[in-house]
């Protein structure tokens, strides 16, 4: 007869809670281009080859002979991304007391224990959420100025305001000058670690707990990560179809992209200086030239609402749904057939996405977002301390099967 909580019991009764719908229901529901995004749940083994086919062979010519030339010097033009798997985790402990204390009461027992969970797979989907908009490199924000002398705590402003929904209090960050190299920044000479004790919402300001003073070096422009991210996140769109062309030698998973820039890294628009109608129809108008046909444009809540308040009278609204979360979408025409645009929290201030959503997959090992239990035991004694933890889990990578059928344009 069971006297007390112990494991076992409280495995089963979470086994109830946490079904695969409950964490897709939870994962999905804030997170539009992760919810929608086709999913590939069998990336086993090393490496996960996507090839793309980049050029046609080119023996054609209303001369014979010349044609048959061609043929023997020219063929189809391959590409292989040789994609490899990316790790996150989110861990998160109940003190064993807690767990006792409430042992004669099952909805207060299924509570705490709930709550713990549902907190950490949030924190693991925000973070999987984020990096599908990013680099590998996992910059979260930039730095607007420099922080001004303070002691105990300081702030920083971000450079986009709108980026303050990629940080939580407790969070603890580091700073570099640059998304990659270089080194650590300091607040006073020492300090290289900066928890976060309080975040301003509203005008995007986060207060750091600790020290800033002459021996600072914090920058504007500096790159904001979390701790133990950079240079491990997912090579989401913004590699994928960087602002920026690639050139010679700036391999992304062994290809040389500067071969051939478009079809092999996406399409680039500036359309900053018009309106936002006019931007968005030209980066369709591009893609579809080089025979994509974007079926979503993703795009920051600032953004949605410019583009909502541009459209005045002609608005179209479109409810999406994808299992059991749905999102509304503002519908547009684009040169081959309605464009469907949603307003994502974690796509970059300033920037949206033409997609081409069936040539975009994200492969993952298991679940995207899951809970680490393999040896079945989903709760785990806590070595050191009187309690109990769950470990959240994701290895993930995403693929893109034809760059050049999606674009990003900047906005502002």
């Known amino acids: 007869m069971v006297s007390g909580v112990d494991l076992s019991n409280f495995e089963g009764l979470l086994k109830q809670l946490y079904t695969d719908d409950r ?6 529901k804030d997170h539009p281009l992760l919810a929608m995004i086709p999913k590939m749940e069998a990336f086993e083994g090393e490496s996960w080859k996507v ?11 209303r001369t014979f002979s010349v044609a048959q030339t061609q043929s023997l010097i020219t063929g189809v033009l391959p590409a292989a991304f040789v994609l490899t798997r990316v790790k ?12 006792l204390a409430s042992k ?3 909805g207060a027992f299924l509570e705490a224990a709930s709550t713990a969970m549902d907190g950490a797979l949030q924190s693991l989907s925000n973070n999987t959420a984020v990096s599908l908009y990013r680099t590998v490199a996992g ?9 001004t002398t303070d002691t105990g705590t300081f702030t920083i402003q971000l450079a986009q305001p709108e980026e303050i929904t990629n940080f939580e209090v407790n969070q603890l960050l580091v700073i570099y000058q640059n998304p990659t190299g270089g080194s650590a920044r300091s607040s006073d000479g020492s300090q290289v670690e900066f928890p976060i004790a309080a975040i301003d919402r509203d005008n995007g300001i986060i207060t750091i707990t600790g020290d800033y003073d002459g021996s600072g070096t914090i920058a504007a422009g500096d790159s904001i990560f979390c701790k133990g991210d950079r240079g491990l996140s997912i090579s989401g769109l913004a590699s994928w179809i960087p602002l920026v062309a690639p050139t010679a ?7 040389d992209r500067s071969v051939d820039v478009t079809r092999l890294a996406g399409i680039r628009q500036d359309g900053r200086g018009k309106p936002i109608e006019q931007a968005l129809q030209d980066l369709l108008s591009r893609v ?14 600032a953004q949605w609402n410019d583009l909502n308040l541009s459209l005045g009278s002609k608005v179209q609204i479109v409810d999406l749904s994808v299992g059991k979360v749905g999102f509304r979408s503002l519908e547009i025409q684009g040169p081959k057939g309605p464009v469907k645009c949603v307003a994502d929290q974690d796509c970059p201030a300033g920037l949206a996405y033409a ?45 893109c099967k034809a760059p050049g059928y999606n674009g990003v344009v900047q906005l502002s």
């Open 104 to 106: 004669s009461n099952k």
């Open 23 to 28: 964490i897709e229901n939870e994962v999905y």
């Open 51 to 61: 090839p793309v086919i980049y050029g046609n062979p080119m023996g054609r010519s």
């Open 88 to 99: 996150d985790y989110s861990i998160t402990t109940v003190d064993n007391e807690v767990l």
């Open 288 to 301: 579809a030239r080089e025979g994509g046909a974007p079926d979503m444009i993703f795009m920051n809540y």
């Open 139 to 147: 910059v979260r924000a930039t730095v607007d100025v420099e922080p």
């Open 249 to 255: 030698g700036d391999d992304h998973f062994g290809v």
């Open 355 to 399: 997609l081409t959503m069936k040539t975009l997959q994200l492969g993952s090992l298991g679940k995207v977002v899951r809970v680490f239990n393999t040896d079945n035991m989903t709760w785990l004694r806590q070595s050191a301390s009187d309690g109990v933890e769950v470990r959240m889990c994701s290895y993930a990578q995403l693929a």
